[in-house]
């Protein structure tokens, strides 16, 4: 089992930056594909990005590439969500996800990550 805790949510203004953050418990923490989703109200849930266990192996989703940057910390079981140049459009729930070694295309889909985090609510303001 593989606990997560997201954190670093709230309310920004258009065009400012952020910084999430989720912490692991339980299972070793290395092993493990890490990946951000968001989901909007009346949306499916949405890659946004993952990073391979080793840190150095990151994706990004086509919406928010560029504007986002993925990271890892295994000493501290924690993985980051660093966002620029917020927008309206990226106002959502963002959930963090844990899965096992996949392929490139499979850590795009959420249904391949194994353990979530409880969300952590972000909403930009224009």
């Known amino acids: 089992q593989v606990q997560l805790v997201e954190s670093g949510g709230g309310l920004m203004q258009a065009g400012g930056s952020l910084r999430l953050s989720c912490v692991a418990s339980g299972r070793t923490f290395r092993s493990e594909t890490m990946g951000w989703f968001r989901q909007a109200p009346g949306k499916e849930r949405e890659f946004v990005a993952a990073?391979?266990?080793?840190?150095?192996?990151?994706y990004y989703g086509d919406s928010v590439k560029g504007r986002i940057t993925i990271s890892r910390d295994n000493a501290k079981n924690t993985v980051y969500l660093e966002m620029n140049s917020l927008k309206p459009e990226d106002t959502a729930v963002y959930y963090c996800a844990a899965g096992g070694r996949m392929l490139s295309p499979a850590l795009r889909v959420s249904s391949e990550y194994n353990y979530w985090g409880q969300g952590t609510q972000v909403t930009v303001s224009s």
């Open positions: 990073i391979r266990w080793s840190g150095t192996i990151t």
